[in-house]
């Protein structure tokens, strides 16, 4: 019997012991700077290129599926995720989420398709100028506004205005990063922020996990950290995953995951974003702990045909808290391996060294590691999380002219 081959486009390299957990094989293409000789060496066909370049990326796996042909193209990873759609459809195999896919990667998208569906109203502007962004700001009466690049991520580029005096330099921080795509302009939702992880069969949804999440508040809202199961009340929760529901309908998602973001507003939950992703920060990691739920190999299953692998949770609840030190020298860092003995840890990364200088926290990006901890409940697993990560002492100085 032939062995099932798949191909990956992008990622970050936890998808490839799951398709050999499920024996499948797997050819790879992958962007320069997450390129390694381990990927290379367990893949059928490995290829470091641009895999945006359709053209490229086209012309490459055509001939490598005439001579061994794939039965699924998956992206895991966030710019892989277009062209991974379109090679589906060009090679004519499973992996075409295409509709949902750019339904998602721009936000002005998004938020012209839910509002056709009157579903999560939030009042908004596309803003080609900073003083459309401003006629905006004054149209809100007093109430701030998010400003965010279409097609980011990582949190890069989103900044809240709460008057027109910060307009100017915020609007200026957006654009560096949106670049010469105009700026989403958002009213600005109060109220907590949560994630939702829903997993994907063939046009059939299920909503498989909610998790809170810890940001740095104004002006950047980079995530600080995660914690699980969300402690949500029955109705909040039924409103939450409701909304989820109608949402991936409404986008067309077809199969695979999807990581939506929402705030629990006072009139209700509302959609922020989505991508039809797993959700990065180790949430997916943190879904397969508590839920049992692994949506990277019941994403591969279903595109292949296969039976669902079981769901077997290994913890009642789990948080994770990022080192995110900014603006800093680091002078001398102690206590990693005492973190990472601490009760409930399974693991401490830190990329804080001796000599590092440290700038403004921009994105998810600009943080030093994490430490990922177990516990009885969310309160217990939180509590783990920000002890360990406090074990970790750093010595720092401002640095002289921080940006």
């Not at 699924?72 to 295409?98: I, K, M, Q």
Request: with cysteine; charged share 25%.
């Amino acid at each position: 019997m032939r062995q099932q081959h798949i191909l990956l486009v992008g990622g970050r390299g936890h998808e490839l012991p799951k398709a050999a957990a499920l024996g499948v094989r797997h050819s790879m293409v992958q962007v320069p700077e997450r390129a390694s000789d381990e990927q290379a060496a367990l893949a059928v066909r490995y290829a470091v290129l641009d895999y945006r370049n359709l053209d490229e990326l086209l012309a490459l796996v055509r001939d490598w599926h005439a001579t061994d042909p794939f039965d699924a193209v998956l992206s895991f990873t966030e710019y892989g995720l277009d062209p991974a759609s379109r090679v589906a459809r060009d090679l004519g195999v499973p992996g075409d989420n295409l509709t949902a896919v750019v339904a998602t990667r721009d936000k002005t998208r998004t938020r012209a398709l839910l509002d056709r569906h009157r579903l999560s109203p939030v009042r908004h502007r596309v803003c080609a100028t900073e003083a459309e962004a401003g006629d905006f700001l004054a149209g809100l009466g007093g109430r701030a506004v998010v400003l965010k690049p279409p097609s980011g991520g990582l949190s890069e580029g989103v900044y809240v205005v709460e008057s027109e005096a910060q307009l100017a330099e915020r609007w200026a921080w957006t654009k560096a990063v949106a670049g010469p795509e105009p700026v989403l302009a958002e009213e600005y939702l109060t109220g907590p922020e949560y994630s939702v992880e829903s997993v994907s069969r063939h046009g059939r949804h299920e909503v498989v996990m909610v998790t809170e999440k810890l940001t740095t508040g104004f002006p950047g809202f980079v995530e600080l950290g995660h914690q699980v199961p969300a402690r949500l009340g029955a109705g909040e929760l039924d409103a939450v995953e409701k909304l989820v529901l109608e949402f991936l309908d409404v986008i067309g998602q077809r199969t695979g995951p999807v990581h939506s973001e929402l705030r629990l507003t006072p009139d209700g939950p509302r959609l922020i974003e989505a991508q039809t992703r797993v959700g990065g920060d180790q949430i997916w990691e943190m879904c397969e702990l508590v839920r049992g739920a692994d949506q990277i190999t019941e994403t591969m299953s279903a595109l292949l045909g296969l039976p669902d692998p079981p769901r077997v949770p290994r913890a009642r609840a789990a948080a994770i808290r990022f080192f995110a030190r900014e603006n800093v020298r680091v002078r001398h860092v102690e206590g990693i391996p005492e973190a990472g003995r601490a009760p409930g840890v399974l693991r401490v990364v830190c990329g804080l060294r001796s000599g590092r200088d440290l700038g403004p926290l921009l994105s998810s990006d600009s943080r030093q590691g994490y430490v990922l901890c177990t516990g009885d409940t969310t309160q217990d697993a939180v509590a783990r999380a920000e002890a360990a990560r406090d074990l970790v002492r750093v010595d720092s100085a401002p640095l002289a002219a921080a940006p």
